[in-house]
């Protein structure tokens, strides 16, 4: 809906941790699909090489299993992640109906760890897995497909 403060507006929000719904509720939150704003990322951070090259290979869908795929909102959840979980992330996709999400550790290196996340898990969220690259983390989402996958 929109942010015309109708009833209900918020209604997407439900069963989001507080923490992150305060932020996805700030109205300072900037959009993209592939990638977050450069006002929005944390200081020196600058997207992995093999992210770009997959983005320009997969522009509107990204090809891959499990549910994984381009997500909105990227500075929300980004911004939102980063205060949840206490470090820098950038998210960059979302495995939907699997309550996980994909984030780059937002901190200066060419070829950053993917911290994989469930922001929904309960008691509290969680972390699934940390791999140390891009390239690792297709693999491992491959592998997490026909069920091979540590955690």
Same mark, same amino acid.
């Given at each position: 809906?929109?942010?015309? #403060?109708?009833?209900?507006?918020?209604?997407?929000?439900?069963? *989001?941790?507080?923490?992150?719904?305060? *932020?996805?509720?700030?109205?300072?939150?900037?959009?993209?699909?592939?990638?977050?704003?450069?006002? *929005?990322?944390?200081?020196?951070?600058?997207?992995?090489? %093999?992210?770009?090259?997959?983005?320009?290979?997969?522009?509107?869908?990204?090809?891959?299993?499990?549910?994984?795929?381009?997500? %909105?909102?990227?500075?929300? #959840?980004?911004?939102?992640?980063?205060?949840?979980?206490?470090?820098?992330?950038?998210?960059?996709?979302?495995?939907?109906?699997?309550?996980? *999400?994909?984030?780059?550790? #937002?901190?200066?290196?060419?070829?950053?760890?993917?911290?994989?996340?469930?922001?929904?898990?309960?008691?509290?969220?969680?972390?699934?897995?940390?791999?140390? %690259?891009?390239?690792?983390?297709?693999?491992?989402?491959?592998?997490?497909?026909?069920?091979?996958?540590?955690?």
């Amino acid at each position: 809906m929109s942010g015309n #403060g109708k009833k209900g507006e918020w209604r997407w929000l439900r069963g *989001v941790p507080a923490e992150l719904a305060d *932020v996805l509720r700030g109205g300072k939150i900037l959009q993209s699909e592939r990638y977050c704003k450069e006002d *929005v990322l944390p200081p020196g951070f600058a997207y992995p090489a %093999s992210y770009k090259q997959f983005v320009e290979a997969y522009p509107k869908k990204m090809g891959l299993p499990h549910s994984w795929g381009y997500t %909105s909102d990227l500075a929300a #959840g980004s911004l939102g992640y980063s205060k949840l979980f206490g470090r820098p992330l950038v998210l960059f996709a979302q495995a939907f109906g699997e309550d996980m *999400v994909a984030c780059f550790d #937002g901190v200066p290196d060419s070829d950053p760890r993917v911290v994989v996340l469930n922001p929904w898990g309960q008691p509290k969220p969680y972390i699934v897995a940390e791999l140390p %690259s891009f390239a690792a983390w297709l693999t491992w989402v491959a592998e997490d497909e026909i069920g091979t996958a540590a955690p």
